[in-house]
C-alpha cells in the first residue's frame, strides 16, 4: 500500500507543479498591476489575486483550504501575523487567506528566480539572513509596513519544523517587531501541509483537506519579548495539538 502511495504522490508532485507553472503563468500580469497601485491599495489588489490563484491552484491538486477564525481581525488594525511552518506549502497557502493587505518576510535568494521572483519580491520585505545590515534593514522595512495598515506575515520558527515535536520553538524576530511597533500578534496554525507535502519525501504531494485556524490576537503591551513569545508559542501548540 505505501509503495503505490508513493508513486502516486510523486506523479500527483508532477501534476502539482505543471498546474502551479499554468496557473501562475495565467494570474502574473495581472498580478503585476499592482505595481502601478500605491500601498495598501496596491498589495490589497495583488492579495486578491494571489487569493484567486490558490484557490484556483488548490482545487486542481485536491488540497482544498478552510479558514476559521477571521472574526478575530479587527478592521483598520494591522497585526503581526505568525503561522507554523511545515511544508514548502505553507508558504503560497498562508498570505493570500490573511484578511487584507499583507506581505511576508522572505528569502531574498529566490526573488532571483525569472518571472516568479517578480511576483515573490511584490509580496515580500526580503531579507537575507546571514548578513546583519540585511536583517536590520528588513526590520526597519517591516515597521514601515505596519505603518501603512499593511499585516507583516512572519514564520517565527525560520525554517520549516523537520523536528519531533508539533511545533519548533520560536526565535525572537516577530516578537521584538510587535515589542518595538506595539502592533499585536495573531497567531495562524495551518493544518494539513505536513501530510500533503511530508518533510521527509522529496517532490511528494498528496490531496488533502487543508485549513488555517486563526487564534484571537495577542497584544504585546506590558509584556517583553520573551515573555511575547512563550504566550504565543503554548496558543499556537494548544490549538494544533488539539486538532
Known sequence: MN???????RIWAVWGLISFLITFLI???PSM?????????GQNYFISVSRIWM???????????????KENYKKGTAYIVV????????????APYVPGANKTIAKKSFAKIPLFGAFYKRGSVLVDRKDEKSR????EIMKKVLALGMHMC????????????????????????????????MPCVIFGTKKAMPIDKKFFLLPTRLRMQFLP??????????????????EMLKAYTAK
Open 55 to 69: 484557490n484556483v491552484w488548490l482545487f486542481l491538486v485536491g488540497c482544498p483550504v478552510k479558514v476559521s477564525g
Open 217 to 234: 490576537s495577542v497584544s504585546p503591551a506590558g509584556k517583553t519579548v520573551s515573555e511575547l513569545k512563550e504566550i504565543v508559542f503554548n
Open 136 to 139: 536590520t534593514r528588513s526590520f
Open 83 to 94: 503561522f507554523n511552518h511545515n511544508a514548502f506549502l505553507d508558504v503560497p497557502l498562508s
Open 154 to 185: 512572519i514564520y517565527p520558527e525560520g525554517t520549516r519544523n523537520r523536528s519531533n515535536e508539533p511545533i519548533k520553538s520560536f526565535y525572537d524576530g516577530a516578537f521584538r517587531l510587535a515589542n518595538a511597533t506595539q502592533n499585536e500578534i
Open 3 to 9: 509503495y503505490f502511495k508513493n508513486i502516486f504522490g
Open 33 to 41: 498591476l499592482a505595481h502601478l497601485m500605491k500601498d495598501p491599495d
Open 27 to 29: 494570474v502574473f500580469l
